[in-house]
């Protein structure tokens, strides 16, 4: 069972900031596009952001200039630095590794932006 360990969701007001991470195992984690999605209260599922094992990046328009994905090889980790935030910025936010057709979810970190 591959495991995703996300942190550092939690409550923030609006214009603030907040870093998650996610730990996977190096063997997904040197092959796998690992990437953030996130899920509001009676919405879809939607992509964030997304960061390929060689470093290329794409993001949701929503987010663009806002937040930033990043990669520590070294530490098999991905962080999601989200800076001025907003109140439509609160879900649940979770890690995925993809590759083909092989999926794999963390369990999920809240972020609520709220004053």
């Known amino acids: 069972q591959v495991q995703l360990v996300e942190s550092g969701g939690g409550l923030v007001q609006p214009g603030g900031s907040l870093r998650l991470s996610c730990a996977a195992p190096?063997?997904?984690?040197?092959?796998?596009?690992m990437g953030w999605y996130r899920q509001a209260p009676g919405k879809q599922r939607e992509l964030v952001t997304s960061?390929?094992?060689?470093?290329?990046?794409n993001y949701a328009d929503s987010v663009k200039g806002r937040f930033t994905i990043s990669r520590d090889n070294a530490k098999n980790t991905v962080y999601l630095q989200m800076n001025s935030l907003k109140p439509e910025d609160t879900a649940v936010y979770y890690c995925?590794?993809?590759?083909?057709?092989?999926?794999?979810w963390g369990q999920g970190t809240q972020v609520t932006v709220s004053s």
């Open positions: 995925n590794a993809h590759q083909g057709v092989f999926d794999y």
């Open positions: 960061i390929t094992s060689g470093g290329s990046t």
């Open positions: 190096r063997s997904i984690f040197s092959i796998y596009a």
